[in-house]
Protein backbone atom coordinates (compact mmCIF):
# COMPACT_ATOMS: atom_id res chain seq x y z
CA UNK A 1 0.00 0.00 0.00
CA UNK A 2 1.42 3.68 -0.86
CA UNK A 3 2.71 5.23 1.72
CA UNK A 4 1.02 8.44 2.55
CA UNK A 5 1.58 11.43 4.71
CA UNK A 6 -2.03 13.11 6.39
CA UNK A 7 -2.74 16.41 8.51
CA UNK A 8 -4.29 16.02 11.76
CA UNK A 9 -5.98 18.94 14.22
CA UNK A 10 -6.34 17.83 17.68
CA UNK A 11 -9.11 20.34 18.52
CA UNK A 12 -9.26 22.42 21.50
CA UNK A 13 -12.05 21.21 23.59
CA UNK A 14 -9.57 17.95 22.72
CA UNK A 15 -6.28 20.01 24.88
CA UNK A 16 -9.00 21.15 27.05
CA UNK A 17 -9.91 18.14 27.74
CA UNK A 18 -6.08 16.68 28.42
CA UNK A 19 -6.98 14.04 26.03
CA UNK A 20 -3.61 15.00 23.46
CA UNK A 21 -2.05 12.15 25.19
CA UNK A 22 -4.54 9.22 24.79
CA UNK A 23 -5.06 10.78 21.01
CA UNK A 24 -1.58 10.63 19.77
CA UNK A 25 -1.24 7.28 21.57
CA UNK A 26 -3.80 5.78 19.64
CA UNK A 27 -2.29 7.39 16.18
CA UNK A 28 1.01 5.38 17.37
CA UNK A 29 -0.44 2.26 18.24
CA UNK A 30 -1.39 1.80 14.88
CA UNK A 31 1.64 1.86 13.65
CA UNK A 32 1.40 5.24 12.36
CA UNK A 33 4.39 7.72 13.00
CA UNK A 34 4.40 10.98 13.85
CA UNK A 35 6.61 13.25 11.11
CA UNK A 36 5.63 16.80 12.23
CA UNK A 37 3.75 17.81 16.10
CA UNK A 38 3.17 21.67 17.60
CA UNK A 39 0.88 23.06 19.45
CA UNK A 40 -0.84 26.90 18.19
CA UNK A 41 -3.71 28.92 18.32
CA UNK A 42 -5.24 28.91 14.85
CA UNK A 43 -6.12 32.22 13.80
CA UNK A 44 -10.10 33.02 12.42
CA UNK A 45 -8.47 34.34 8.84
CA UNK A 46 -6.53 30.84 8.63
CA UNK A 47 -9.84 29.03 10.55
CA UNK A 48 -11.90 30.51 7.39
CA UNK A 49 -9.66 29.38 4.70
CA UNK A 50 -9.20 25.77 6.05
CA UNK A 51 -12.86 25.56 6.61
CA UNK A 52 -13.70 27.47 3.41
CA UNK A 53 -15.79 24.68 1.58
CA UNK A 54 -18.08 25.06 4.41
CA UNK A 55 -18.63 28.53 4.32
CA UNK A 56 -22.35 28.34 3.17
CA UNK A 57 -23.51 26.53 5.80
CA UNK A 58 -25.54 27.56 8.85
CA UNK A 59 -22.74 25.92 11.37
CA UNK A 60 -19.99 27.97 9.38
CA UNK A 61 -20.06 30.63 12.05
CA UNK A 62 -20.09 28.21 15.37
CA UNK A 63 -17.06 25.79 13.10
CA UNK A 64 -14.53 28.78 13.37
CA UNK A 65 -15.57 29.94 16.82
CA UNK A 66 -14.95 26.26 18.23
CA UNK A 67 -11.48 25.74 16.09
CA UNK A 68 -10.20 29.13 17.39
CA UNK A 69 -11.22 29.08 20.95
CA UNK A 70 -8.04 28.00 22.50
CA UNK A 71 -4.69 25.88 21.35
CA UNK A 72 -4.67 23.18 19.12
CA UNK A 73 -2.22 20.28 18.18
CA UNK A 74 -1.64 20.03 14.74
CA UNK A 75 0.63 17.12 13.31
CA UNK A 76 1.57 15.08 9.94
CA UNK A 77 1.11 11.03 10.52
CA UNK A 78 2.78 9.07 7.80
CA UNK A 79 2.09 5.24 6.89
CA UNK A 80 0.67 3.27 4.64
CA UNK A 81 -2.73 4.52 3.62
CA UNK A 82 -2.44 6.80 6.32
CA UNK A 83 -5.70 9.29 5.06
CA UNK A 84 -8.01 6.39 5.52
CA UNK A 85 -6.54 4.40 8.30
CA UNK A 86 -6.73 7.92 10.33
CA UNK A 87 -10.07 8.34 9.10
CA UNK A 88 -11.34 5.01 10.45
CA UNK A 89 -9.42 5.62 13.70
CA UNK A 90 -11.18 8.82 14.45
CA UNK A 91 -15.01 7.23 13.71
CA UNK A 92 -17.64 9.33 11.58
CA UNK A 93 -17.87 13.07 11.42
CA UNK A 94 -21.26 13.25 13.93
CA UNK A 95 -20.20 12.28 17.32
CA UNK A 96 -23.73 10.79 17.35
CA UNK A 97 -22.58 8.47 14.36
CA UNK A 98 -19.24 7.65 15.25
CA UNK A 99 -18.85 4.05 16.60
CA UNK A 100 -17.62 3.13 19.94
CA UNK A 101 -14.04 2.33 20.08
CA UNK A 102 -12.92 5.25 17.64
CA UNK A 103 -12.03 8.74 18.99
CA UNK A 104 -15.39 10.50 18.43
CA UNK A 105 -17.22 7.72 19.44
CA UNK A 106 -15.66 7.38 22.62
CA UNK A 107 -15.19 11.10 24.19
CA UNK A 108 -17.38 13.58 21.39
CA UNK A 109 -20.91 14.28 22.13
CA UNK A 110 -21.90 16.35 19.42
CA UNK A 111 -20.81 18.55 16.55
CA UNK A 112 -18.67 21.12 15.58
CA UNK A 113 -16.65 19.21 19.08
CA UNK A 114 -15.71 16.07 17.59
CA UNK A 115 -12.25 16.03 18.93
CA UNK A 116 -9.74 15.95 15.81
CA UNK A 117 -9.82 17.24 12.30
CA UNK A 118 -8.22 15.12 9.70
CA UNK A 119 -7.42 14.98 5.79
CA UNK A 120 -9.82 13.03 3.66
CA UNK A 121 -8.07 12.97 0.43
CA UNK A 122 -4.50 12.91 -0.73
CA UNK A 123 -4.64 16.54 -2.73
CA UNK A 124 -6.24 17.62 1.42
CA UNK A 125 -3.77 16.50 2.99
CA UNK A 126 -1.16 18.29 0.42
CA UNK A 127 -3.05 21.49 0.70
CA UNK A 128 -3.14 21.38 4.64
CA UNK A 129 0.24 20.05 5.53
CA UNK A 130 1.45 23.01 3.13
CA UNK A 131 -1.05 26.06 4.89
CA UNK A 132 -0.20 24.57 8.37
CA UNK A 133 3.86 23.75 8.11
CA UNK A 134 4.38 25.10 4.84
CA UNK A 135 7.06 27.86 6.74
CA UNK A 136 9.36 25.32 8.14
P1 LIG B 1 -14.01 18.31 10.67
O1 LIG B 1 -13.65 16.91 10.31
O2 LIG B 1 -12.97 19.18 11.27
O3 LIG B 1 -14.55 19.01 9.33
C1 LIG B 1 -15.59 19.95 9.31
C2 LIG B 1 -16.16 20.20 10.67
O4 LIG B 1 -17.42 20.85 10.67
C3 LIG B 1 -16.43 18.88 11.35
O5 LIG B 1 -15.24 18.23 11.68
C4 LIG B 1 -17.27 19.35 12.53
O6 LIG B 1 -16.47 19.89 13.56
C5 LIG B 1 -18.07 20.49 11.88
N1 LIG B 1 -19.45 20.10 11.54
C6 LIG B 1 -19.85 19.22 10.59
N2 LIG B 1 -21.19 19.14 10.56
C7 LIG B 1 -21.65 20.00 11.51
C8 LIG B 1 -22.95 20.37 11.97
N3 LIG B 1 -24.05 19.85 11.43
N4 LIG B 1 -23.04 21.28 12.98
C9 LIG B 1 -21.93 21.81 13.53
N5 LIG B 1 -20.68 21.52 13.12
C10 LIG B 1 -20.54 20.61 12.13
Same mark, same amino acid.
Given at each position: ?????????? @???? $? =???? $????????? =? @??? @????? %?? @?????? $?????????????????????? !?? *??? $?? *???? *????????????? =?? &???????? !??? *? &?????????????? &???? !??? &??? %???????
Amino acid at each position: METQQTFIII @KPEA $V =ARGL $VGEILRRFE =A @KGL @KIRRL %AM @KTIEPD $VARVHYGHHADKPFFPELIEAI !TA *GPV $VI *GVLE *GPGAIAHVRNLIG =AT &DPLKAAPG !TIR *G &DFALQNPYNMVHAS &DSPE !TAR &DEI %ARFFGDE
